[in-house]
């Protein structure tokens, strides 16, 4: 079993900058990656970030040069710094851990309970 938390999120105004935490523990390290999705109301879940446990990164289009994903494998903690945060940044942010293979993530079937993240305009 794999077990995540994610913390850090909150309502922001637009332009400003978040951190997101997710503290992963049991059997995660069965998967080589880590990644944060993303679900905004009305709409299917999307990758935002993930990152291998050697440190290779994948983003999606939409927060390319804005996010960045890292990780501290000391910790057991998965970050996501967000700057420049737009108002359709706006969604549940969750945490998943997976695989990285050929520069693709591939998700496993352990989320975290997610995160609010929420930016006005």
């Known amino acids: 079993q794999v077990q995540l938390v994610e913390s850090g999120g909150g309502l922001v105004q637009a332009g400003e900058s978040l951190r997101l935490s997710c503290a992963a523990s049991g059997r995660f390290s069965s998967f080589n990656a880590m990644g944060w999705y993303r679900q905004a109301p009305g709409k299917e879940r999307e990758l935002v970030a993930a990152?291998?446990?050697?440190?290779?990164?994948k983003y999606g289009d939409s927060v390319k040069g804005r996010f960045t994903v890292c990780r501290d494998n000391v910790k057991n903690t998965l970050y996501l710094e967000m700057n420049s945060l737009k108002p359709e940044d706006t969604a549940v942010y969750y945490c998943n851990t997976g695989d990285y293979y050929g520069s693709a993530y591939y998700p496993s079937t352990y989320w975290g309970q997610g995160t609010q993240v929420t930016v006005s305009s």
């Open positions: 990152i291998s446990r050697g440190g290779s990164t």
